[in-house]
Structure formats: C-alpha cells, structure tokens
C-alpha cells in the first residue's frame, strides 16, 4: 500500500541555522556568550508569532526586522532597524550556498523507486520557497503540483486549510492513515498536520524540549534516524 510523506523544507532538507549564524557574526555585536541554536529557536518562534494570523506578503518586511531584533532582546541586545535589514539580506544570501542534509537524497531516492507518493508544504514566499526548491534540486524528486508554497495557496502552516488543498490536490481516493508529515517546527509541523488527522514524524536534530505529552508519533534526532524510521514505514 502506497504512503504518503510530505515534507517542510527549512531545517528538515538542510541547515537553514548555519546561513544564521554567518548573518549574526556580521552583526558583529561583541557578544561572546551567545547561545546560536537557542537564538535562532527564538528568531523563528517570533517570526511565527507575527504571522500567527496567516502569512500575509505585506507585512513580510516588518516581520523579518520584528523577530531578529525582538530574539535580540532576550539576551539585553539593541539593534537598529537597519541593522535588522542588514541581517536579513546577509542570511538571505548565505542561503544560497544551502545543501541537503546527509542521507535525505538517499531518502528521497528510496521513496521514489518504492513508489510512494511525496510532497512539500512549505511557509513563505514563492519566490524565496521556490530558490531553495531549485538549489536543492527537489524537482528531481518532488512533481510541481505537490510543492506547496503558503503564499501561492493563501495561508500558512499551521492552518488545517493548506493540508487540506494538498488532499484535494491528489487524484485518489485517500487514506488519512497513509500520511505522514515530516517537519521541525512543533507548532507548524506537528500540530498543523495532526489537526487533519495526519501521522507525523518530527525533525528535532537541535535537541528542542520534548514534551511528555507530543502529539508527535515519531521524533528523530539525526538525518540516520529519519532514513531509519522512514525505511520501516515504508516497508511495514
């Protein structure tokens, strides 16, 4: 029987934290003791917050300024607004020098020669989501029409709606225990895709706090892990 995976693209295809780091050391802010994983976690969980209400193109700009400069502010950290700028086109362009994580081509092959069916739900922009989707080369892998980009469809993760148009978008009758979502943003990845009724495999290769309580049915901690628990599914 034929599963159905789908994935998000940053930090579960690649390591968007490394492009963060780089953009913060031009920063240069004199701070020895910063935490980068930590901070990057914050970065991201603002960036949500913003867009807690959906994504919404026009406020993009202010968002990306919001979430740097208000992580910053954890550790007593005051940035210009300029400043935030200068950050975000810095990790932009060292996003551009991304590659897969080890062993997701492996992945990727082994579920197209067992035929399974794959996808992408991704938040973002079209233009920036679909640079990646290039750069990483997913067309190899992935059909065009289940790359899914939240602002082409309207709305982002964690909303059960974009979940939703990626079942109406497959031609066959579906089988909600058949999916399987694979991510690392809990709130985005794990809760979105549970709201429909979806399996999930969450990506935690930063060692984020695990609750007793995940709705999470599988948590993995490295690339080998994902390919373990993905290889058993496949072929249970």
């Not at 789908?6 to 780089?22: E, L, N």
């Not at 950050?87 to 551009?96: A, G, R």
């Not at 922009?125 to 469809?153: A, G, Y």
């Amino acid at each position: 029987m034929k599963k159905i995976f789908v994935f998000d693209i940053d930090d579960t295809m690649y390591d968007q934290q490394h492009a963060f780091g780089r953009a913060l050391n031009n920063l240069v802010i004199n701070e020895k003791q910063l935490n980068i994983p930590a901070l990057y976690q914050l970065m991201k969980e603002y960036g949500d917050e913003a867009f807690s209400e959906g994504f919404d193109k026009k406020k993009l700009k202010a968002m990306q300024i919001f979430r740097i400069q208000r992580a910053l502010q954890d550790y007593n950290i005051q940035i210009t607004e300029e400043q935030a700028i200068q950050f975000q086109l810095d990790f932009e362009d060292y996003q551009n020098e991304i590659q897969l994580f080890p062993k997701m081509e492996e992945l990727l092959d082994l579920l197209v020669n067992e035929q399974q069916i794959i996808g992408i739900i991704t938040n973002g922009t079209i233009k920036k989501q679909s640079k990646k989707i290039t750069m990483l080369n997913l067309d190899k892998w992935f059909p065009q029409n289940r790359m899914f980009i939240s602002e082409k469809v309207g709305i982002s993760k964690p909303e059960k709606f974009i979940f939703e148009q990626f079942e109406k978008k497959l031609d066959f009758p579906i089988n909600k225990q058949h999916f399987y979502y694979i991510g690392d943003n809990y709130q985005n990845d794990i809760v979105g895709p549970k709201s429909v009724g979806w399996h999930t495999i969450w990506v935690n290769y930063r060692g984020y706090r695990e609750e007793k309580e995940s709705l999470s049915d599988y948590i993995v901690h490295s690339p080998d892990e994902l390919l373990s628990v993905v290889q058993r599914l496949v072929y249970k």
